[in-house]
């Protein structure tokens, strides 16, 4: 039993060393962060006035059971958001063809940005859109989506103005 010990100990000893030297080397050369080289300006969040402007759907997929279906272009279907510069918000939402999210709703609210990348929103009227965060892809593209019920629906803004 202590010959096997011994022969472990001695093994992991043999190991370590090129480990740490290893790390050593690796450590010691790595290239430092030249003068000049750090960020010259603070991280640019989009403000209100980058997002201001018209919005409309140019996804609105829903998905159940692994089949999808993407309801922009179906008749009586269409969303439509127009985001001011005081944070107000307000659009149409209408789904006529899917029968357990046929809704029309008249959207009026506020909308806010979430530092660092975000949109949420808050309506007068109920409407699944208040529980989405919507990513900002860039300053003329929101996308988010909204899970309950069995069905996942994405939504993706498009500015058009």
């Known amino acids: 039993m202590k010959y096997a010990q ?10 370590c060393v090129p480990a740490i030297t290893l ?3 690796v450590a010691c050369t790595a290239e430092r962060e030249r003068a000049g080289s750090e960020p010259t300006e603070p991280q640019q969040y989009p403000t209100l006035s980058d997002l201001a402007g018209s919005y409309s759907a140019t996804r609105l997929i829903v998905e159940r059971q692994g089949s999808w279906t993407n309801l922009v272009g179906e008749p009586d ?3 439509d958001i127009q985001l001011n510069l005081d944070g107000s918000v307000h659009g149409q939402l209408k ?6 999210l046929r ?3 008249t959207l ?3 909308w806010r940005l979430r530092v660092p990348n975000g ?3 808050d309506f007068e009227g109920q409407s699944f859109l208040e529980d989405i965060y919507f990513y900002i892809l860039s300053y003329d593209r929101l996308q ?14 498009q500015r058009v103005d």
């Open 95 to 100: 789904i006529g063809t899917d029968p357990q």
């Open 103 to 105: 809704s029309k709703n």
């Open 23 to 25: 790390l050593l080397a």
């Open 77 to 79: 279907t269409r969303l």
């Open 108 to 110: 009026v609210g506020r």
């Open 6 to 15: 011994a022969m472990l100990h001695s093994s992991l000893r043999s190991l």
């Open 119 to 121: 949109v949420s929103f």
């Open 144 to 157: 988010g989506d909204w899970f309950g019920e069995g069905v996942m629906i994405t939504v993706e803004l």
